[in-house]
């Protein structure tokens, strides 16, 4: 493979990071990579790997690995060779194909070879969505309205961290018309740091919750933190903004483009879209334009989701019958919402939701609210594990959360992990004796769940399983669910 090949030039790469190149003149020769990872398992042929230093662990350690398999370039803290420069030198020695680059911090590299990357595309529109909770299953959305007329790169999964979302613009090829990338946070300035990044020219907030608040302290931090994705949107940009958020006045300030509201509280004469039925576990129609949609994401707020995606596939000249297409053939988000009938091993046929990946108050309030809706189901097990994340609010929000579980018409709760043991006691005070409570989300206290389920489920009922990812609900379901022929 020729050096021209590579997804930057040395020259390009050195100025983008501040950087001092490590080797000798075959090592700057030999000078490719084709390809960008930060966990050396990752690596391939013409990879640059870039070694991340954490609290609890040194991505320095696994340089030599990454070189036997096939990483080309590599970063290095500038301590880490001012301490072992020698070894440096003679792994460039012994392996000519491999450039190494001093830098003064690997992530703060990653993210400015990033952008540099990225500004090779003036031509690609950037998409950027954020928000508390909605952002995965928007963003598939707006990928696959714009798939219809588009050709279109987009984040993986939910890769949209402060290392993930670097990652995730290094796929860009120059046969793309348009990127849509997600930006997710667990700190401050998270959002502000990828933004840069990408320099989005439409971006999109779902929504100003209360995930991470543990961390930020309110939601007026949230909103300031999030409304940094609209810092790079030119003047023939938009921002798309929740219109019933209360923060949407706050999140608008000092956008430079023009901003487009969106959602069920906004004239159809405005959005071109009127809601028609609530299906239920079967989802949601609507119209857009005159065209009649059938949403099969269930629930309003999927609804509210599908309505951020309509109104950037429309100001991106997507037509409504392109619209409806992209959003009917959307499969749904692994994990988020996903709605089911199986049979379970004790032979009875329920339906199921499985929203496992994550969870957060506002995601929690909204798939308990979409339950409430749920006709012709006389039992609802409600299967509700930690939030985490969560700091000094955390009793509060497990409390409400529970409150509003124990509302559920048909409703008959198991609550999981020792955050919810506030919400326990909040339950059984009240006098609501539909519950169970396991301390603990080992396996054997998942074996226990599991076989509450079998036992007392019958045809017809319905199971929802929702809590954090680090609680890994999800276990549940091969313990319960009967083979697949």
Known sequence: MQNNESLLSLDELLKAVGGVFIGFDKNRENFCFTSVVTDSRNVKPL????????????????????????????FINKNEYESNSDKYMQLASNNLSVSFISVFNTMTALQ???????????????????????????????????????????????????????????NIRPEHEVGVFEMGMNRKNEIGEISAVLKAKYALVTNIGTAHIGILGSRKNIALEKRKIFKYIPQDGIAFIPDADDFKLFLGENVLGSITYYGESVPSEQSGAVFVKDLG?????????????????????????????????????VTPTQIKAGLENMDSVSGRMEIKSITLKNGQEVSL??????????????VLDFCKTIQNVQNKYLVLGDMLELGEKSEEEHKRVVKKACEVPGAILILVGKEMSCGYKECTASGF???????EHDDE?????????????????????????????ERIISLIQEEEV
């Open 353 to 366: 939701i499985k929203d496992c990946y994550n969870a957060n108050p506002d995601s929690m309030s909204s």
């Open 281 to 317: 576990l079967d989802g949601t129609i609507f119209t857009l334009d005159g065209v009649e949609i059938h949403l099969k994401n269930a629930g309003m707020y999927n609804y509210r989701n599908a309505l951020g995606a309509c109104a950037i596939g429309k100001a991106l000249n």
């Open 47 to 74: 990879s640059l790997f870039v070694p991340l230093v954490g609290q609890n662990q040194d991505g320095h350690i696994y340089v030599e690995k990454a070189i036997e398999s096939g990483a080309t370039v590599i």
């Open 112 to 170: 400015n070879a990033a952008a540099a990357y990225v500004a090779k595309f003036p031509k690609l529109i950037k998409v950027g969505i954020t928000g508390s909770s909605g952002k995965t299953t928007t963003k598939e959305m707006v990928v696959s309205v714009l798939k219809q007329k588009y050709n279109v790169v987009y984040t993986q999964g939910n890769f949209n961290s402060e290392t993930g979302l670097p990652l995730s613009v290094f």
């Open 445 to 473: 206290s998942i074996k226990k769940i599991a076989s509450q389920l079998l036992n007392k489920t019958t045809k017809g009922d319905l199971i929802l399983i929702k809590a954090s990812r680090g609680i890994a609900l």
């Open 433 to 439: 004796n539909n519950v169970l409570y396991f301390s």
